[in-house]
Nanobody, 122 residues
Framework: VQLQASGGGRVQAGDSLRLSCVASGRFNRYTIAWFRQDAGTDREFVAAVNVVGGGTDYRDSVKGRFIVSRDNAKNTMYLQMSSLEPDDTGVYYC?????????????????WGQGTQVTVSS
């Protein structure tokens, strides 16, 4: 599976962005997730969606502001980000793992996209 992330940009605090992640293969029986990494920090879990059941999970700091979704017919995952804050700044990566069991550690993911930069200024 190859992943292509897009949709990042430079915005002001309070603005919105929608990230997309297109897969070259099918997401069947996968968990798909978004991670982010800012300069000098570890890559951190942001949100994930179960491809089969549609269940989602988020890191606490983005709950109520971000929505993760997927379109299985298009092999595409989305991250709708609203009320963006400067702490949301970073390179956002999409990733998949060949299991429906959600994991929050990046090392548990098998395939990664190239990342898209999100910069939020105050």
């Amino acid at each position: 599976v190859q992943l292509q992330a897009s949709g990042g940009g430079r915005v002001q605090a309070g603005d919105s962005l929608r990230l997309s992640c297109v897969a070259s293969g099918r997401f069947n029986r996968y968990t798909i997730a978004w991670f982010r990494q800012d300069a000098g920090t570890d890559r951190e879990f942001v949100a994930a969606v179960n491809v089969v059941g549609g269940g989602t999970d988020y890191r606490d700091s983005v709950k109520g502001r971000f929505i993760v979704s997927r379109d299985n017919a298009k092999n595409t995952m989305y991250l709708q980000m609203s009320s963006l804050e400067p702490d949301d700044t970073g390179v956002y990566y999409c990733a998949t793992r060949r299991s429906l069991i959600l994991r929050y550690n990046p090392i548990d993911y098998d395939y990664w996209g190239q990342g898209t930069q999100v910069t939020v200024s105050s």
